[in-house]
């Protein structure tokens, strides 16, 4: 019997073996442990980095191409050729696709599963920021298919129609606005990660109004349907957003020397800090400094622009060439600079009558092409001030989202469109003064200026005037480029020239799809990785196909336009 | 399912348990191998009454004294005993000829008569895998199994080897078997670095310890042991302790190695470089040292000195192996151990591996019915190695940078920096590859426990209940370090990077046998089992970029800011029940059926159990006719036929810690990110997730012909691996850019066949065995999820992004991606405005870097006490990719770019673009411009067209020769050792091949790289070795 004991036991042994191991816990152990998941933390913990990659991986890797769309800023290398206005792959999509907007949804699911509506409202509003941000590069976009928190990724994702998507970005800011005022556990600053307005709704609110007054006022083409271009609501949207530069949408940086706290814009070739954000950018374009150098459109440079020494620097070497007073300051027109970028050894350097000849200071009679060794090009200088180091460009910068002057001047535009001139100058001149102010000019300068913005006065008020002083105010931000084509670049622009060396092909000097003049650029190109890999959903990538054609907003109407994009 | 598990072991638990009252004779029945015969026949002569041996071959049976035992177990003589009072009689089973019948390991361990089988298994035994001298365990089998392909990562010391079964089916997984060491799985993992050359962890095992190894070619053979044996398994038995006097046996080998060659380089220009203008034209020769490190310069005047760098890099290497093993035991214990070391030097110096294994296994009796077992393997293994591949300070690649008239040896100033030849140290950014084997070590230190105990238990005669508890446990410390002085970029104040790994392994299986015969023409066994096993896995990785003080390589010596720290942790849990039953009838037909079902902690709770069948049959045809009537068998020609077939299921789980997403704190260079947590665009987790599903068919036939002499097994097999977990890459607007998700089919499909042939009748004293394995296979893929045309690994990218591994759509499993030309719509290439292609990344449809068909020749000649046996490998068809000739042309080394013309032109052959039609579709005429075959043409154009570089993998190698003598007894009583042998080995002596590199068999990213992985791809590795080898083995 000792022997049936001890067998016994043995058998007992493994049947408890047997019973632990058909438990279900025993296999609960598939999370990680050293990483937490995308919906294990609490919101509060994601909050900062869905702020910071919306500014970060979403619009300044957008405007990173935007600022020479916008025409405020030359590009270093022609290796991007955006002064060709791009015929290369596009690749900020992808990063706002797969770093700012998964973080987005994720913040949506978490504020409802922790009974915190607000950290949704903050998802939301970010979310149709994003959208909007890359639909109007882009036209038609992955939407509805693209990362939800909620359900699988979708391998081929399906394209939504830029009306969807304004419809959607819509019903975002709506939802959005409606969860601020549902009852909320969990602060939206309780940890000190609301990076943006440190946990102050009304602010989170009026953010979300601005962005609303923003994409109604892009309908200013639509003359019809659902989306007819509605001056009453971009005012009273106007209305509720930013009323002072306390409201502004940013993320402040520090500009210590670790990557998070430097403005991405504060230098190139992450020369002077190690680590920071590559720019591509070498110079202010000349439409931009002739902007601030006659900035009241009167033809005269007697009354500049008090920001212009706050933005552009002077010319390196502006005492061998002589440069004084405004000629110091220069712009690089587009299409001018160099053709080899940093490989060759040789630059092509093409010259248009005028430009200042970098090695005698004077000015070209002709058009001159010269090639020239680019390190002693860039050794002697020339003459033109580094784009870095000022008020929108130093390390610790302000990212601007949506500014008090941006709502000023998209009530000006309303009020304009709407034939109120009057409440047009008044919303002009409290936008100038708004920026003027936001950048630190000395209250007597500005009250100097504005003695000459009232010598305009309201019955002179003009589209350009008020979109001159947008171009200002809303530098590097995205919505230059969205402005440009709204009101149909040298159409208002009357300074405004299309870049030198455009590809013919690609750009004729006839054939635009509405009036038939001179073809700018009007959307870019999907990222190549979504056409080779999701080609079924997505139209026509080719060059000639994306760059000319018109996104949904920019053509005359709303419903009866033939899809140009498929 | 969770009951039934359960269920299953309470019925254990109320069994009825009845006690035999009387003496018994008991004993082991074993082949002459020594291999323990499960399933003999023991039958009382003239009685009806009997039993049949059990799993380890042990009997027990009532008898009286004077009675005549007779054994019977088919393929062997029949053995008749008269009992004389005896009670233990062990039994020795004579084979009848070669391979009549054999008994086989099948899956579990199991041992089964071959006859019974419905699918192929290979068993090869000692003595088989020991010839050829391998040291890595997986390459003991090169060349022997029908089917089972092995490729090494070169010739470095410790170098991983992959082992596929009938090619592959995974497109991102694992390709290689599992192996299973006396009933425990282990981990044949290898470290995912292609920096340094790094062992598959089932090289541990020491090959003299195997008692023999059976192959379980794909899921048909063993679909038993479920989720990790998809791609078939590897069953290791090893040496067990026998009854009888102690024995001690003594081996030892001294062997010495070099590189089977280099490649060619050609020795008629020196150092310099082109010079061209700003048009591009070629302006003359700059024969300044300069920048220039390339070997692009004028013709050498004649009797100035050249050197072959690469060639001088590698020199003869010793190797000593020492083993030394006990084996004794009694009635009620056995118990065996050994010890063996292996001291291995690299072909380059400072390199090296060193093994040391000790074994203890023992089995013990407790009562009349319980076997209690313990088994116990501790290895350590010491690898030093240098980097390798285009990895920084790799060695090879860094000799490419000295031209021909430059000898890397002379490196060292007085104070023992490195000599620049360069203008400046940011020019020269490489180091020396002696300095660096001299200044900056690789080592890998592993330690390894892998124990188990088991218990057997044999309540009724019928019914055998056993256990098994094990462990796989190691410890690793891997460091790579580069020193002070380096001229590598960022490197100048030392570099350090190390990690330490724990696994741990745990498995436990319960198995329930129950054979039993009805009726004398019936039997029907049962087998019943449970198994759960947990993996688990930590990493902590160190490291950092400058060292404090001098010759302290430690993190300890690297500034806190300086030092970078991260941990990674792994961890899955499994659980099957299983069953299998199999019918046979007069031992002429037999039917099998299994099912399995598994729980893996990988997939999502809920949706984690799965469950797949397998079904199979085997009829011997000749005894079937045979007892119909008519023998169809004669001694003229057939003796034995067979035929079988198997169809089976496999479910695989997936990754661990693949169900969900997982969040990221990241620095990242391009754009300020945030310090908080943020979605991991890189890796989507997938809460959807299900098992994979692969379903084989095979069928076979065995004939035996001209009295067994010739033996001939054949197999047809078919496998579709759906639904495949998978690795996908995304389009980013779905939100990441890589995600796990099911999606995508592999068909395999295949022959093979195995010949052993007797060229003299047993009675002969000559004796020559011929053995020929014949394998032909194919993996298609079948399809893949979404718009994927391709899935690779970018771990196997090859030499400056030239060419990877990639399973293709409609092509190959084992294809190929790499740049080429672009075409047009009608297939020309396109050439641009300048004379030159427009390269672009794209598939190569046809290229197959597994081979069309594979025959090993094992040859094994006895004459009185001399052996000599020698194997053939061939390996017909199948591509290369020899990025290490991309890589030579690119330097001006390479005897292509011998043929190079600053005057001379030529023109591509291809199409220009001309204009457009009137629809708009481009016209293209055929290309006319001349190009310079210069400097330009061979780094720009000639080195980065993958298509210069793929290769027919075509060879026929003498893998070994292995001559020995057992010194016969009339000495061996004088010097008092009861056997002694001497042998010298050869290995790989000679090889026919067209390829222009040094081995076609290569697979340079080794097995760290998985799915359709490395095999093929000739990258930079340290070439193959071939040696001699002078041993001894002395038992006492």
């Excluded at chain 2, 089964?112 to 298994?121: D, E, I, T």
């Excluded at chain 2, 090889?991 to 340079?1004: Q, R, T």
């Amino acid at each position: 019997m000792k022997n049936l004991n001890i067998i016994s036991g043995f058998l007992v042994l493994l049947l408890l073996g047997g019973l632990f191991s058909c438990s279900d816990d025993f296999f609960d152990v598939n999370e990680s442990e050293t990483k937490p998941s995308n919906m294990s933390l609490p919101p509060q913990q994601r909050l900062m980095a869905t702020i910071d990659n919306t500014t970060g991986f979403g619009q300044s890797r957008l405007s990173r191409e935007g600022t020479v769309l916008s025409y405020h800023i030359t590009e270093r290398t022609t290796y991007y050729s955006r002064w060709r206005w791009g015929t290369v792959s596009y690749a900020a999509e992808q990063y706002l696709y797969t770093n700012a907007l998964p973080n987005t949804a994720d913040l949506i699911v978490l504020g409802e599963k922790y009974n915190s509506p607000h950290y949704s409202a903050v998802g939301k509003i970010l979310r149709a920021y994003l959208f909007s941000m890359v639909s109007d590069q882009l036209g038609d976009i992955i939407m509805e298919d693209s990362y939800n928190a909620k359900d699988q990724l979708i391998l081929t994702p399906k394209l939504t129609s830029q009306k969807d998507a304004y419809a959607g970005m819509h019903k975002l800011i709506d939802e959005a606005l409606l969860d601020f005022d549902k009852p909320n556990e969990i602060d939206l600053n309780v940890i000190g990660t609301d990076v943006m307005f440190q946990g102050d709704i009304t602010k989170w609110k009026k953010f979300a109004w601005a962005l609303k007054a923003r994409l109604l006022n892009h309908m200013t083409a639509k003359t019809s349907g659902d989306f007819k271009y509605d001056p009453a609501a971009v005012i009273a949207a106007c209305g509720k957003a930013m009323s002072s530069n306390a409201d502004n949408a940013k993320r402040e940086f520090t500009g210590e020397e670790t990557q998070n706290n430097i403005y991405p814009w504060s230098d190139t070739e992450g020369g002077e800090v190690e680590g920071a954000f590559d720019s591509r950018a070498d110079n202010w374009s000349k439409f931009f400094v002739d902007n601030l150098k006659d900035p009241l459109l009167l033809n005269n440079e007697s009354v500049p622009d008090p920001r212009l020494p706050l933005i552009v620097q002077p010319a390196l070497d502006a005492e061998l060439y002589g440069l004084t007073g405004l000629d110091m300051y220069q712009g690089v027109p587009m299409g001018t600079y160099r053709e080899n970028g940093f490989n060759g050894v040789k630059e092509t350097v093409n010259f248009v009558a005028g430009d200042i000849n970098p090695f005698t200071g004077e000015p070209f009679e002709e058009d001159i092409t010269i090639v020239m060794d680019s390190t002693e090009y860039f050794s002697r200088g020339h003459q033109y001030g580094k784009p870095n180091g000022l008020f929108y460009t130093s390390p610790n910068s302000d990212w601007y989202l949506i500014t008090y002057a941006e709502c000023k001047f998209i009530e000006a535009e309303a009020n304009f469109r709407n034939g109120d001139k009057a409440a047009a100058f008044a919303a002009y001149k409290e936008g100038i003064n708004a920026d003027m102010t936001n950048m630190g000019v000395d209250a007597a300068e500005i009250a100097n200026y504005m003695t000459q913005v009232d010598n305009i006065g309201s019955a002179n008020i003009t589209l350009e005037r008020i979109m001159t002083q947008k171009h200002i105010a809303t530098v590097m931000n995205p919505e230059t480029w969205v402005d440009l084509r709204r009101v149909e670049y040298d159409n208002t622009f009357t300074r405004l020239k299309r870049p030198q060396n455009l590809n013919a092909s690609i750009f004729p000097t006839s054939g635009d799809e509405v009036d038939g003049k001179e073809v700018w650029i009007r959307a870019l190109k999907y990222d190549n990785r979504n056409i080779e890999r999701n080609s079924a959903n997505l139209p026509d990538n080719d060059d000639a196909s994306r760059f000319p054609t018109r996104v949904w907003w920019n053509t005359p109407d709303a419903d009866d336009v033939v899809d140009l994009t498929k | 399912m969770k009951k039934i598990a359960c269920l299953a072991l309470i019925i254990l638990l109320s069994w009825q348990i009845s006690w035999a009252q009387e003496l018994l004779v008991k004993g082991t029945v074993t082949g002459s191998d020594n291999v323990t015969l499960p399933g003999v026949s023991i039958v009382e002569k003239g009685t009806s009454t009997g039993t049949i041996t059990d799993i380890d071959g042990k009997y027990e049976l009532k008898a009286e004294v004077g009675a005549t035992l007779v054994f019977t177990f088919v393929g062997m003589e029949p053995q008749e005993i008269v009992l004389t009072g005896q009670q233990v009689i062990d039994v020795v089973l004579i084979p009848q000829s070669i391979g009549v019948d054999e008994v086989v390991v099948t899956a579990l361990g199991i041992k089964k008569s071959k006859k019974s089988l419905g699918y192929a298994v290979q068993n090869i035994k000692s003595d088989e895998l020991l010839a050829g001298n391998q040291s890595n365990m997986v390459n003991t089998l090169q060349g022997k199994i029908a089917g089972v392909s092995i490729s090494s990562a070169g010739g470095s010391p410790g170098a991983s080897s992959i082992i596929m079964i009938r090619g592959g089916s995974s497109l991102s997984g694992n390709n290689q078997p599992l192996f299973i060491v006396d009933g425990l799985p282990i981990d044949n993992s290898t470290n995912s670095s292609s920096e340094v050359a790094s062992a598959n962890r089932a090289s541990d095992i020491n090959p003299e310890d195997i008692e023999s190894i059976s192959v379980l070619k794909g899921a048909t053979a063993a679909a038993l042991y479920g989720i990790q044996a998809a791609e078939g398994a590897i069953i290791i038995t090893t040496k067990k302790g026998k009854t009888g006097e102690g024995k001690i046996s003594f081996s030892s080998t001294l062997s010495v190695d070099e590189v089977i060659g280099t490649p060619d380089i050609q020795n008629t220009f020196g150092q310099g470089s082109y010079e061209y203008n700003s048009d591009g034209d070629i302006l003359g020769y700059d024969p300044s040292p300069g920048i220039h490190l390339q070997s692009w310069g004028d013709v050498i005047p004649e009797g100035t000195p050249t050197y072959d760098n690469i060639s001088n890099l590698f020199d003869k290497a010793v190797t000593q192996k020492y083993n030394v093993n006990y084996s004794g035991g009694n009635e009620q214990t056995n118990i065996f151990a050994s010890a063996s070391y292996l001291d291995q030097n690299g072909v380059i110096e400072n390199t090296g591996y060193e093994k040391l294994n000790l074994t203890f296994n023992a089995q013990s009796k407790f009562r009349k019915n319980l076997t209690i077992g313990v088994n116990a393997k501790y290895i350590n293994t010491q690898t030093k190695s240098n980097k390798q591949g285009t990895s920084s300070g790799g060695s090879f690649i860094s000799m490419l940078k000295y031209p021909v008239t430059y000898d890397a040896r002379d490196y060292a100033n007085e104070d023992g920096t490195q000599k620049i030849f360069m203008d400046s140290k940011e020019d020269q950014d490489f180091d020396n590859p002696y300095w660096s084997l001299d200044n900056s070590p690789n080592t890998d230190e592993v330690d390894r426990l892998i124990g188990q105990v088991n218990l057997n238990y044999k309540p009724l005669d019928f019914l055998t209940i056993s256990y098994r508890l094990g462990t796989d446990y190691y410890s690793q410390f891997n460091k790579k370090i580069t020193d002070f002085g380096s001229l590598i970029k960022g490197r100048s104040d030392g570099y350090l990077r190390q990690y330490e790994k724990t696994s741990r392994l745990v498995t436990s299986t319960l198995l329930v046998m129950m054979n039993k015969t009805f009726d004398e023409d019936y039997s029907l066994d049962v087998t019943l089992g449970h198994t759960v096993d947990e993996k688990k896995t930590r990493t902590t990785y160190t490291g950092g970029n400058k060292f404090q003080a001098p010759d302290i390589y430690s993190v300890s010596n690297i500034a806190a800011d300086d030092q970078t720290l991260s941990e990674s942790k792994y961890r899955r849990r499994s659980m099957g029940v299983f069953g299998e039953a199999k019918f046979g009838w007069k031992n002429i037909a037999f039917l099998n059926v299994t099912g399995r079902n598994d729980w893996s902690s990988t997939l999502p709770i809920g949706d984690h159990s799965f469950f797949y069948p397998s079904v199979g049959t085997s009829v011997v045809v000749s005894d079937l006719l045979n007892e119909l009537g008519t023998d169809i068998t004669s001694d003229k020609f057939l003796s034995y036929l067979k035929l079988r077939a198997t169809w089976a299921q496999v479910g695989k789980d997936a990754s661990a810690h693949m169900s969900e997403s997982y969040l990221t704190l990241r620095s990242w260079h391009y754009v300020p990110v945030s310090d908080g947590y943020t979605w991991n665009s890189d890796q989507a987790g997938n809460p959807n997730l299900k098992p994979e599903f692969t379903t084989s068919f095979e069928i076979g036939m065995d004939a035996r012909f001209l009295k067994n002499r010739v033996k001939l097994d054949f197999s047809y097999y078919h496998s579709l691996s759906e639904d495949q977990l998978l690795n996908v890459r995304l389009p980013p607007a779905a939100g990441a850019y890589i995600a796990q998700l099911n999606g995508g089919s592999v068909k395999n499909e295949g022959y093979e066949a195995l010949v052993n042939v007797s060229l003299l009748p047993r009675s002969s004293e000559f004796q020559w065995d011929m053995s020929f394995n014949f394998a032909k296979m194919e993996s298609t893929v079948y399809d893949l999820p979404g718009e994927l045309v391709e899935v690779n690994n970018d771990q196997s990218w090859t030499w400056n992004s030239t060419a990877l591994g990639a399973a293709v759509l409609d092509g190959n499993l084992f294809g190929l991606k790499g740049k080429r030309p672009k075409t047009n719509e009608n297939g020309d290439r396109i050439v641009n405005s300048d004379g030159n292609y427009s390269l672009g990344e794209d598939i190569f449809p046809d290229v197959d870097r597994m081979p069309d068909w594979t025959m090993g020749i094992i040859n094994s000649m006895s004459y009185k006490n001399f052996r000599l046996s020698f194997l053939v490998d061939m390996s017909i068809g199948g591509d290369v990719y020899n990025a290490t000739e991309a890589a030579l042309t690119y330097y001006g080394l390479s005897t292509t770019s011998e043929n190079r013309s600053m005057t001379e032109t030529m023109v591509l052959d291809g199409v220009m673009a001309n204009g457009v039609d009137a629809d708009g579709n481009t016209i293209y005429v055929k290309n006319t411009t001349p190009i310079l075959k210069d400097q330009k043409y061979y780094q720009d154009q000639y080195s980065q067209n993958a298509e210069n570089f793929i290769e027919d993998a075509t060879y026929v190698k003498l893998r070994y020769v292995t001559l020995s003598y057992n010194l016969p007894k009339t000495i061996l009583d004088k010097i008092g050792f009861d056997g002694m042998e001497v042998f010298a080995t050869g290995r790989n002596l000679l090889m026919i091949s067209d390829y222009s590199g040094v081995d076609p068999e290569i697979a340079s990213f080794g097995a760290s790289v998985s799915g359709s992985g490395a095999i093929g791809l000739d990258n930079l590795s340290t070439p193959n070795t071939k040696g001699f080898d002078l041993g001894v083995k002395i038992n006492f």
